[in-house]
């Protein structure tokens, strides 16, 4: 098994080499600025990583906290340690495993404060590389392989007793440590073990570090000082000591199954060439971020597009060794079949609607893993995942939205899925017994009676019923495609006629009262709508909105509720709201994903051109190349998978299937590579920033009347011709023939 390891660990380490050619020139990763995100309340991390590689190295505050959940905020100055674990994007922090902290000399009170200043004008991040330079003198560099991070150390000239400070118990918002240890195996070499409890109720992380130098003490930071050979306590923090060195280099490797599987992940990189780690890794993101080329005469919006497609690959991150093996949540040693990888951190509330079936375009290599980790999940849990972190259910946010991941998979015939323990894991999903779907089956709604969220959980839950009739219909299980495709339609129990609203009903099927739109609780047991409020949620029903439309007394009444929507006042009442929602225009809130979909919803009831406009507007004020470029929470990829297809000028707003609806494209030409090896281009003529509408479409040379594209038509090749203008075409899209895809025509 070790030689068999060995040899896929040299073949990682050659395939990266193939890319180490310095005369191949780098012309997208300038576009990428990591930093973006990472103020607001975007909540990302500036470190080094490699698409959905295990180990996201990078620089911690210090400071706990909502805008602190990634470990770092724009706003800090200082840095207290550099971890490989980091959530991206999220709501909630956890992970941060693992900080290491070069130093000056010894301290020997593990209270110290030992925070290092620095300015914005000694940091630089780029796709793979991070470096800081402190106030003290010191320069940390950071790259990284799959499972292993790389640390490069520079010391002021004639320092005496450098130091690597290797902390345990470095512990933020909700991670608390529970046991860690550390050995030493000889002067270079120790392994150890953090395990903790937090967001996810149980982690485990083996990691081997290994020194360019052999440290010449290793003791826990204590009073005694004492040298020692290993420790365990419940949060250790040592120190290792160097003779004087102007520079000292660290590899940091992670393993999920045990500390032997750690010291192999080490031979990611063999021996000890920083630059040459550094470049394998530019090279990686460049082969990675070339799957889509754009062409625009604004730096700022390829700028804005690729550090969007950047971030839309941190997450899911890598979870097993290199032979596929790993120890899940249980403690469960477990075997990935068909040399396949074992991923975590799926926040599918998030991810569904448009960073997954970004991933059946952009992930052909990895997507058959996504499924099969979700289908493991389920395996060892008895449920598909709602919110995997670690391995471990954490229950976060509502639906079951693993579900339309895998149908839009199975629907678009991916490989290296077995469809059957597919169809079986999303049927058992919609038949628990927890999560208030007993009561959605009896009553056909849940009942704000039974718990809280109760609009937002019958809507998703819904849409998430209807991906399984198109499963079931597809495998030629007809009961239950008649069954779900009635589930479906469950959301017709919460609308309102009088309002136009979706309202929380009580089990005897009268309205709650009162009732406020703009009313907003984000106590999600007492909450009737999930981070918002019945503006945002009113409109969740992707997958029927003629259906939604004829609910209306009036023929134009979603038309008129959509307008109102945009141009309502942008606040909300209660004393509790929710900070999630924000982004505003009007009550359209982009900084949080029920909004996603909305303003694409025009095209679906014959106003493309209303459709056209509202996009431009929201990529034009919510997307920016600064820190704070996001509208709210970049949640994992899904914000920036919005700004990856809008830009391009599609989206999927029923993201099951493969219908991507014509928005506006700020870009004037996006070739992306299709998942067979062709290539689809979408360019936009006459494109400018007053002409966001579509005045015509041509596909392959031919006049195109429909609103939307197909997956299949852009596996077959092709290009795709939208002709801008300044002024709307009222005509495009106006009929029936030309809209997107219904359960109710």
Excluded at 144 to 150: A, H, K, L, N, S
Excluded at 404 to 423: F, M, Q, S
Excluded at 431 to 444: C, D, K, N, T
Excluded at 488 to 503: E, I, L, N, V, W
Aim: with cysteine.
């Amino acid at each position: 098994m070790i030689n068999k390891l060995r040899i896929r660990t040299s073949m990682l380490i050659l395939g990266l080499g193939l890319y180490v050619s310095q005369s191949q020139a780098q012309q997208l990763t300038k576009y990428v600025d990591p930093l973006i995100g990472t103020g607001g309340h975007g909540h990302t991390f500036p470190g080094s990583t490699l698409p959905f590689g295990m180990v996201q190295l990078s620089p911690d505050n210090g400071v706990s906290g909502w805008d602190w959940v990634s470990g770092y905020h724009i706003s800090s100055d200082s840095i207290a340690g550099f971890s490989h674990l980091h959530l991206s994007g999220t709501g909630i922090g956890d992970w941060l495993d693992i900080a290491l902290m070069p130093m000056l000399q010894k301290s020997t009170n593990p209270r110290a404060a030992i925070k290092q200043k620095f300015t914005r004008s000694n940091e630089k991040a780029t796709p793979g590389y991070y470096q800081v330079k402190f106030e003290n003198g010191i320069n940390v560099e950071l790259t990284t392989t799959e499972r292993v991070g790389y640390h490069r150390y520079t010391f002021p000239a004639n320092t005496q007793t450098p130091v690597v400070r290797i902390d345990l118990k470095h512990q933020y918002n909700w991670d608390k440590p529970t046991r860690t240890f550390l050995k030493k195996i000889n002067e270079n070499t120790l392994v150890g073990v953090r395990e903790s409890t937090g967001w996810a109720s149980k982690q485990q992380v083996f990691f081997a570090i290994q020194t360019s130098k052999p440290f010449t003490s290793f003791t826990e930071v204590a009073a005694s000082d004492k040298e020692v050979q290993e420790i365990t306590t419940t949060g250790l923090i040592a120190q290792l000591g160097f003779k004087p060195s102007d520079q000292i280099e660290v590899k940091v490797a992670l393993s999920m199954s045990g500390t032997e599987k750690a010291l192999l992940a080490l031979q990611e990189i063999p021996g000890w060439n920083f630059e040459q780690t550094r470049l394998a890794a530019a090279q990686v993101w460049e082969k990675e971020l070339g799957k889509i080329k754009v062409e625009s005469n604004d730096d700022r919006l390829k700028t804005v597009f690729y550090s969007a497609l950047y971030h839309t690959t941190v997450a899911p991150t890598l979870y097993s060794d290199a032979d596929g093996q790993y120890r899940n949540a249980k403690d469960e040693l477990k075997q990935m079949p068909n040399n396949g990888q074992r991923y975590t951190f799926f926040s599918l509330w998030d991810t569904f609607r448009a960073l997954k079936p970004l991933f059946t375009i952009t992930q052909p290599e990895k997507h058959a893993d996504f499924l099969n980790s979700m289908l493991a999940f389920h395996d060892e849990n008895g449920l598909l995942p709602v919110w995997d972190l670690s391995t471990a259910e954490t229950n976060t946010m509502t639906g079951y939205h693993a579900i339309p991941v895998i149908a839009d998979a199975i629907l678009k015939d991916w490989p290296g899925v077995d469809y059957e323990r597919a169809y079986q894991a999303m049927r058992n999903s919609a038949f628990q017994r927890i999560r208030e779907v007993p009561a959605y089956i009896e009553y056909g709604y849940v009942p704000q009676d039974v718990n809280g969220g109760s609009v937002t959980k019958t809507l998703e839950y819904a849409f998430d019923d209807y991906c399984i009739s198109l499963v079931a219909k597809k495998l030629g299980k007809t009961e239950d495609y008649a069954l779900f495709t009635k589930r479906a339609k469950s959301y017709t129990h919460h609308f309102d006629p009088k309002s136009g609203f979706m309202r929380a009903k009580y089990k005897n099927g009268k309205f709650v009262e009162p009732f406020d739109p703009f009313y907003s609780e984000h106590d999600f047991d007492k909450s009737q709508y999930i981070e918002g409020n019945a503006w945002q949620h009113s409109f969740f029903v992707p997958h029927d909105i003629r259906g939604l439309a004829k609910l209306f007394p009036q023929k134009d009444g979603l038309s008129k509720m959509l307008d109102k929507l945009f141009a309502a006042p942008s606040y909300m009442t209660g004393e509790n709201q929710s900070p999630d929602a924000s982004g505003f225009i009007g009550q359209y809130a982009h900084g949080n994903e029920p909004s996603h979909h909305i303003a694409y919803m025009y095209s679906y009831i014959g106003e493309a051109w209303k459709t056209q406009e509202k996009i431009r507007m929201i990529v034009d004020s919510m997307y920016h190349d600064r820190p704070d470029g996001y509208a709210g929470n970049e949640d994992a990829g899904q914000m920036s998978a919005w700004a990856v297809w809008s830009m391009m000028g599609l989206y999927p707003v029923s993201p099951v299937g493969g219908e991507y609806v014509f928005g506006s494209p700020s870009l004037d030409k996006s070739t992306i590579t299709m998942p067979n090896g062709k290539t689809f281009t979408i360019s936009a003529n006459n494109n400018s920033k007053k002409n966001v509408y579509i005045k015509a479409v041509t596909l392959n040379g031919k006049p195109y009347t429909k609103t939307y594209i197909t997956h299949q038509q852009m596996l077959q090749g092709g290009e795709l011709i939208f002709q801008m203008d300044s002024k709307p075409n009222k005509n495009f899209g106006k009929t029936k023939d030309s809209w997107p895809t219904s359960m109710e025509n």
